[in-house]
């Protein structure tokens, strides 16, 4: 997709606190291409920065969607304050509506983390039933790690939205071969049910996809690259 094919969501923080763009001054992810997409922040405000698919059908979709996306905490002037994820169902245009998040936590080393809320929530350091954390993974990962990852947002005919997340091994098949998606320990599909009772909210069953990142301090950098949204039919 082109740069025009995705709108900043509302509300984001601006220009002069968080720096985001294409950039080619950085290694790619393996199999990768010359340029990746980069947040850098240059103060202390404590928001997010998402971009959205605006896309005919796509700006809600009506349904769920499968977003997937190469993401990584970069080298940064601290190890913690910020995390940057792929997002799904997002309910509205703003980085303060409410959303399914998949990406790396606010710790170091950092959790793959599934949260239900605000975006401008990032991925906090919590368990799983805590702060809309869903699901967080077994293990922990490096900063400056890539992690290849896709969310499943699933709505089914009964009002339930089935939540499946997955990472692809990129040290066996990279961006430019056909990834190989295995389940992710700790990260067992979630249920969002009709009745709100698992997530203690109703499910969400539409809404924008994409990408964001979130942050607290000043020099915390991430890098996104090869995102790829596919709705519901």
């Known amino acids: 997709m082109a740069s025009t094919d995705w709108n900043v969501c509302d509300d984001s923080l601006g220009t002069g606190s968080v720096k985001r763009g294409a950039t080619a001054g950085f290694a790619p992810p393996p199999g990768g291409g010359s340029f990746i997409y980069g947040f850098a922040s240059k103060d202390t405000s404590v928001g997010a920065v998402g971009l959205f698919v605006n896309l005919t059908n796509f700006a809600p979709s009506a349904k769920g969607a499968k977003v997937t996306g190469a993401l990584k905490r970069a080298t940064s002037g601290g190890p913690t304050g910020f995390s940057v994820f792929l997002f799904s169902c997002l309910q509205g245009p703003s980085v303060d ?7 790396l936590e606010d710790e ?12 401008s929530g990032g991925l906090p350091d919590v368990a799983p039933g805590g702060s809309g954390v869903l699901r967080r993974s077994n293990a922990t990962f490096a900063l400056d790690t890539w992690k290849h990852l896709r969310l499943d947002v699933i709505a089914e005919l009964n009002g339930d939205v089935r939540l499946q ?6 040290s066996l098949h990279n961006l ?3 990834p190989t998606w295995a389940a992710i320990p700790g990260m067992d599909e979630f249920v969002d049910d009709a009745l709100g009772i698992n997530s203690g909210t ?18 915390r950098n991430a890098f996104v690259d090869h995102v ?3 709705r519901q039919l």
Not at 97 to 103: K, P, S
Not at 108 to 119: T, Y
């Open 97 to 103: 509506d409410q959303g399914y998040m998949l990406g």
């Open 165 to 170: 997340v997955f990472v692809n091994d990129l």
């Open 202 to 219: 109703a499910p969400f069953t539409s809404g924008r996809h994409g990408f964001g990142f979130r942050t607290s301090d000043v020099t």
């Open 108 to 119: 170091d080393p950092s959790r793959i983390v599934l949260r239900k809320g605000a975006l």
């Open 228 to 230: 790829e949204v596919l």
């Open 176 to 178: 430019g071969t056909a």
